[in-house]
């Protein structure tokens, strides 16, 4: 199935304003069929949620910014489906930020970077420590283990874990 049949096919009951919208965001950010559908999907869930036209959801400030924007049209379809993940998705974007704003309160320094599962999925970490001598990650270590001691690390684990 080409673009246009997708389109045609997904949008035939709605309303010409909706039908317009989303036009004008396939015109601009020239997403292919694949990721087409996806919006068209994500579209439908966030509008069964909320009882709402997709109209409503395309109509979001943030995600009209993002295609006015001067970046490429690769770059803003990327960031516009982030978006629209958001809007899909509003406890679990609530989490990535509690998480965000924890990391930002452990404050382990610019030697230790502890980065959380793509998607919040799997619960797993990584940490990435960079040194450029024994006493730095001696001092990189020490960061880290006041954390744990703080119970910091364990707040962390507690908001991947939560469903």
């Known amino acids: 199935m080409t673009r ?3 389109l045609a096919a997904r949008t035939a009951t709605w309303a010409a ?4 919208a989303l036009a004008t965001l396939v015109d601009a950010l020239k997403p292919s069929t694949r990721h087409l559908g996806d ?4 579209l439908d869930d966030i509008a069964a949620r909320d009882g709402v036209a997709a109209s409503v959801t395309l109509d979001d400030a943030e995600l009209r910014r993002i295609v006015a924007s001067g970046a490429s049209a690769p770059e ?3 960031r516009w489906k ?3 993940r958001r809007l899909r998705y509003p406890r679990l974007a609530a989490r990535e930020q509690a998480i965000a704003a924890e990391l930002r309160a452990m404050d382990c320094g610019p030697s230790v970077t502890i980065t959380p599962p793509a998607a919040l999925e799997g619960g797993m970490v990584t ?3 960079r040194a450029r001598s024994a006493a730095e990650l001696g001092a990189a270590l020490q960061r880290l ?3 744990l001691e703080r119970r910091e690390v ?3 684990f507690a908001l991947l874990d939560e469903a």
């Open 39 to 42: 919006i068209l999907d994500w």
């Open 17 to 20: 304003d909706a039908r317009a």
């Open 127 to 129: 940490v990435t420590i």
């Open 4 to 6: 246009d049949e997708l």
């Open 145 to 147: 283990r006041e954390r």
């Open 82 to 84: 982030e978006r629209l």
């Open 154 to 156: 364990e707040r962390l």
């Open 76 to 78: 803003r379809l990327k």
